[in-house]
């Protein structure tokens, strides 16, 4: 992995993704205690970030490997991410999802043209189940985060930022993502580092499914006690990647945790200052901003909510914290 | 009023107002039946478009003026638009708003640093009090649309209208635009009439609040028969003003209506398949776009999402719909 893979990457998904705007408000900077600046990925196509890794990496197929095909696993959001590049290159997608996944989700990604194979992630692999089909089906396997074109796809967030904030004057900051994998965090600091090398990143996570913070201290990947139990399903992972965890040992500063009522809280808060729509794993970062300022050193703070794809009635749950 | 004033006025407020995105959803494509692309001035700060014409209007201001400070009377967003520039400029501003705004427009607006004095709107003539305590306290009086540096802000929404949609090979198409009194539609009109010529520009209204649709059939200024009982409440005015009418009469094809139920459907799909927080006022261009598909003709319909601030209560009854 390295810089001009991200480079490469941003000129691919060039007029394809959005290049999604960096938000503020007056309001919430009061309540954070500085300068807090969204940049809005749940404004991406299809509602989260992961349409750019997922172009990122369709895009960097020959013509034979699009021909036959592709195959992803996810909890949803990298499930429509590469459902939506593969049907923008005409390359039929498998999409493994675990059979608890929002039912929009399913759906969505059912209505962008994949084909879907549910399983329970509770007793099966979903790594395992996709490998097989791949290769049963000589499909090309598109993996969430442990996968080079896809974090290079995410990066380009990374050099988004770096410009955006320029433009503002910022040059210092922390920089705060939502982290499941790492594939974004990873790919946001590797950009960073070499088109804003003042800014710091932390990763954001849900309380009680803080593998990354935890692996950060512990100088060594440890993984969740569990799997379920957070509102922030997007973002919940058994460990950081194998590919993620040394970029993000080599380039972000300490971990930070929200409860899912933080989430919430920033959800509502994203509502009424911002108008945007994020779901709970998307707003973490935003809830650790807002809420636990003494994690944080400088003037500003720079949160990415990473998605938007959220039903009604959690979105109903958020409105009521207001 | 000329095309040049809104390039200056855009030069004006780069780097204070947003490049707001011009969002899409294949699902959206599916239900209006062609492409739709939604300018998302819901984003922009204070919520809604109305910051880029308090921007425009407050920055052309003198010194002098700027130190006496100003007065804009509003049903509450073009209020926050003017309190906040004027808070940017450092400059006072008193703000006349109708005693049933929504209580967060009011509170909004007092948080931005401004006073604000309130007044009967079934009983008051709100330009004959902003015009009194204007002389009496020597305050230059922004008028929300019937003013030439207001209306060449509003108009940057198209100048970034044409050349975002041109940059995605669309230079043909029908603009839908939440109207009030005209100032939005008519920049727009403006900036599109010199940058992208073949684009059609309609005022969208909330029914039996069509001043302006039956103004532009009529060929003159025709009112509302009452000015309350829509939950469009941004953008229900008496009648066309006297500089913005004669623009869109040149201007603009035929205007749109659509119904306060089919408004909170739009807000419900724009949560759901956008991402975006969009009141009922700023959201009648959608539904129209979306619900009423053959009132336009061409391949594409750009709608504009004009502005997001809406009360829990309001949004929830939009979430019911989906």
Chains 1, 2 share one sequence.
Do not use: W
């Not at 960096?22 to 919430?28: A, D, G, K, R, V």
């Not at 499930?79 to 290159?89: D, P, S």
């Not at 692999?125 to 290079?152: K, N, W």
């Not at 729509?277 to 807002?290: C, D, K, S, T, Y």
């Amino acid at each position: 992995m390295n810089i001009e893979m991200i480079r490469a990457a941003a000129q691919r998904i060039k007029g394809h993704a959005h290049v999604t705007p960096l938000l503020s408000s007056p309001f919430l900077d009061k309540i954070a205690g500085r300068r807090v600046l969204v940049k809005a990925e749940c404004l991406q196509h299809t509602g989260s970030f992961k349409f750019r890794g997922g172009r990122a990496a369709v895009s960097a197929l020959s013509d034979a490997q699009l021909m036959n095909g592709v195959i992803a696993y996810s909890s949803g959001n990298h499930a429509q991410g590469v459902a939506l590049a593969a049907k923008e290159h005409g390359a039929p997608a498998v999409i493994v999802m675990p059979s608890d996944a929002p039912k929009i989700k399913v759906n969505n990604t059912r209505a962008l043209g994949a084909e879907v194979i549910l399983y329970d992630r509770a007793t099966e692999d979903r790594d395992a189940i996709g490998q097989r089909i791949a290769s049963a089906r000589g499909l090309t396997l598109i993996r969430p985060y442990d996968e080079p074109e896809v974090i290079a796809g995410q990066g380009t967030v990374g050099l988004e930022i770096a410009s955006q904030a320029t433009a503002l004057g910022v040059t210092e900051a922390d920089v705060v993502v939502c982290c499941g994998g790492g594939g974004l965090t990873s790919g946001i600091a590797l950009a960073l580092a070499a088109d804003a090398p003042k800014m710091r990143v932390h990763p954001a996570e849900p309380a009680d499914f803080d593998d990354v913070t935890r692996s950060l201290a512990a100088g060594k990947i440890v993984s969740n006690a569990r799997l379920s139990g957070s509102i922030c399903d997007a973002i919940v992972t058994p460990q950081p990647g194998n590919l993620t965890f040394p970029i993000m040992q080599a380039h972000c500063g300490a971990g930070v945790v929200a409860t899912d009522e933080d989430c919430l809280r920033a959800m509502g808060l994203a509502f009424e200052r911002l108008k945007i729509v994020v779901e709970p794993g998307g707003a973490v970062a935003l809830a650790a901003a807002l809420f636990y300022p003494e994690q944080f050193t400088g003037d500003t703070v720079i949160a990415v909510t990473t998605g938007g794809n959220v039903d009604s009635a959690t979105f109903i749950r958020a409105l009521e914290t207001l």
